[in-house]
T-cell receptor, first 115, second 113 residues
């Protein structure tokens, strides 16, 4: 079967510190991964994505690392801010034979930023 | 326009009611999706439409009936729901492969009483 899972359900960090959220996946055929941020009462918000032919991708204050050897994905947030407090999901994308994409989500990590 | 718009934002319905959830996007995406999300859980795929045709039904009960009237609109018709169907219903859209742009709406918070 296929699964996308997260190691830690809750992560607490001090404001200004760096945060690292981890994700394990099992489908080695997946070629595209996405990190989403979800605040309470809102839909998932795209943060950053990475294709399987890449090891690292950087955005504004965020970096995604992909280790295909151990099927591991991580999201690094630099200088974490209170506004970063949310649930973070990794998602694994599959191309459907009928068209479209299917996103399979991990269980989520609650990031709490302490002042 | 880079948004997926869902209406209503909140809905309370009885088990004998019929209601519809609506979703709209004007990004030119030709794939649209319904996801269901329970509290403290990840979103779970319900339906996928590609070029206005239903391509995936993840064994969803028939009391949920999707409809894609055109490339910009996606509806979810609800009938005879159960209290356990209470959840956040998320609509999303994307370009079909090989491009992506997977975008979620803010969801409809549904409560079945």
């Amino acid at each position: 079967g296929e699964s996308v899972g997260l190691h830690l359900p809750t992560l607490s960090v001090q404001e200004g510190d760096n945060s690292i959220i981890n994700c394990a996946y099992s489908n080695s055929a997946s070629d595209y991964f996405i990190w989403y941020k979800q605040e309470s009462g809102k839909g998932p918000q795209f943060i950053i994505d990475i294709r399987s032919n890449m090891d690292k991708r950087q955005g504004q204050r965020v970096t995604v690392l992909l280790n295909k050897t151990v099927k591991h994905l991580s999201l690094q947030i630099a200088a974490t801010q209170p506004g970063d407090s949310a649930v973070y999901f990794c998602a694994e994308n599959h191309i459907l034979t009928g068209g479209g994409n299917k996103l399979t989500f991990g269980t989520g990590t609650q990031l709490k930023v302490e002042l | 326009d880079t948004e997926v718009t869902q209406t209503p934002k909140h809905l309370v319905m009885g088990m004998t009611n019929k209601k519809s959830l609506k979703c709209e996007q004007h990004m030119g995406h030709r794939a649209m999706y319904w996801y269901k999300q329970k509290a403290k859980k990840p979103p779970e795929l319900m339906f996928v439409y590609s070029y206005e045709k239903l391509s995936i039904n993840e064994s969803v009960p028939s009391r949920f009936s999707p409809e894609c009237p055109n490339s910009s609109l996606l509806n979810l018709h609800l009938h005879a729901l159960q209290p356990e169907d209470s959840a956040l219903y998320l609509c999303a859209s994307s370009h079909p492969p090989p491009s992506w742009g997977f975008t979620f709406g803010s969801g409809t918070r549904l409560t079945v009483v």
